[in-house]
């Protein structure tokens, strides 16, 4: 299995508790937001479901500046699960057509002119991607809990939900 194979291969296995969370975003909430530094639960539900295929392009690209970099605004959208369907899919394209020298190339982070991280792309790609995506839907649940919302059981069970024995 390819570098970039193993890696899409966790995203997959992730994506499931990804794609139960969004599913519970509540449609007449999506304006809330815990605290005026934070985002929307819309733009946070948006930024979940569009970190793959956003991140996989940019990992691709071989570097990013990141000194203006925000949350994309999300759009007039509720259906959350499909973008992130939709973003999986791109990504896996993307990804996918790298073997593994390319995935050892160089990928660097940088704000303005100050490198803040040169790494291998399969690195990049756990970094900016994978571990991005992870922080950001663990925000994701706190919103959820916060709005008294059911969550969903992502390694074991939840607070509301057991998984079937």
């Known amino acids: ?6 890696l899409l291969a966790e995203l997959d296995r992730e994506s499931f508790a990804t794609r139960r969370l969004l599913e519970r975003v509540p449609a007449d909430k999506l304006e809330w937001r815990p605290h005026p530094k934070s985002m929307t639960l819309r733009d946070l539900a ?3 479901a569009t ?4 991140i996989a392009r940019i ?3 071989g570097a990013y500046n990141v000194a203006d970099a925000r949350p994309a605004q999300a759009p007039d959208v ?8 939709r973003s999986l899919h791109e990504a896996k394209e993307i990804l996918g057509r790298f073997d593994d020298a390319a995935m050892m190339e160089t990928f660097t982070l940088t704000r303005g002119g100050t490198v803040v ?3 291998p792309r399969a690195a990049g790609v756990r970094t900016v991607l994978l571990n991005h995506s992870y922080h950001h839907r663990g925000q994701l649940t706190v919103y959820l809990r916060l709005l008294d919302i059911p969550l969903p059981a992502t ?4 607070a509301d939900e057991k998984p079937d024995a």
């Open 59 to 61: 990992v691709a690209a």
């Open 78 to 85: 509720t259906d959350f699960a499909a973008e992130l369907q």
């Open 46 to 48: 948006w930024h979940v």
């Open 51 to 54: 970190i793959p295929s956003r």
């Open 155 to 158: 390694y074991g069970s939840s």
């Open 117 to 119: 991280f040169s790494m």
């Open 1 to 6: 299995m390819t570098l970039a194979n193993e």
